[in-house]
DNA sequence: TTTATATAGTACTAATATAGTACCGTTTGA
DNA sequence: TCAAACGGTACTATATTAGTACTATATAAA
């Protein structure tokens, strides 16, 4: 139903945990302490993360997560894209010649451009407006 | 992935198919043949834009579907309400107490934002954007 | 140097959702 | 009356997601 994995939605929170407190080291049994999660869930879930860049970790006696870089500038595409992978609302538009119609097909353009606008929108929200409590603040953002 | 079923996907196409002749009946075996699809599928999904209120269709010799409005009138938000449900990026986002870290989630409503500018840019793109051959005129319209 | 802590990688199972198809019933026009 | 065409439903196979566990490796502190 255009939903992300629950392992995406668990980013989001466990990430905006996160950018609460954007210098300190959590472990993951800390985190998932935090956010009520599972903590083998939340072990994969950070190993993914800092595959791609968005966590830095350190092993070790006091090691643990932190966030790679300053919470404004991680965003939703950047959470989504790491846990599910390059954003594209149909199979033609991830990659070419998957859809056998593709031939006779006259609307991929029109998709990818759809693609490109709901990347937009969720570039420009980042950890910081995920945190912010009042709604409506992201809504007038999005919407420049 | 962020992706839309197939199902969905065969949706855009067909619609888009019909739109270019928005008067016209067509049998699902006739759309089937014009799009290269399976005729099983094709009626499967015909079926369910009907009942959703996105074509009007008749029975008998001589039957058929047809647009229930102007392909301006029939958006991707439209089609992938009818093929998927109402859309919801996460599940709390859909549905109130489905989410048992409700209570000491801090993102919810945030969620709900985002949503609701996916919505409105799915919902500016029309049958008639959908067709229109080349590419970043949607893009346009969308960042209005 | 040893030990406890913590991440890295991987593999596996169960549950769920999607994809695809078929069948039977009903309506309607010729 | 018959054939064309939709309506509803049920079923199977496949793929994806969710959740968990296990082993290896790195690091800091005792």
């Known amino acids: 139903m255009l939903r992300v994995s629950k392992l995406t939605d668990y980013g989001t929170v466990v990430l905006a945990r996160m950018a609460r407190e954007p210098e300190r080291t959590f472990s993951a049994a800390a985190l998932a302490e935090a956010v009520a999660l599972p903590v083998s869930t939340v ?22 997560y932190q966030l790679a870089r300053p919470p404004q500038r991680i ?10 992978g390059p954003l594209g609302l149909t199979e033609c538009s991830f990659q070419h010649g998957l ?22 929108a969720l570039a420009r929200v980042s950890l910081v ?16």
Do not use: F, M
């Not at 965003?75 to 599910?84: K, Q, T, V, Y």
């Not at 859809?99 to 937009?120: F, P, T």
């Not at 409590?133 to 919407?143: M, V």
């Open 75 to 84: 965003s939703l595409a950047d959470i989504i894209e790491a846990l599910e």
């Open 99 to 120: 859809c056998q119609l593709e031939a006779r097909c006259h609307i991929r353009s029109q998709w990818q451009d759809v693609n490109q606008v709901i990347y937009g």
């Open 43 to 64: 072990r994969k879930l950070l190993k993914v993360l800092t595959r791609h860049g968005l966590l830095n970790s350190c092993r070790g006696q006091q090691g643990g």
């Open 129 to 144: 407006e995920l945190l912010a409590k009042p709604s409506n603040k992201s809504i007038a953002l999005l919407n420049t």
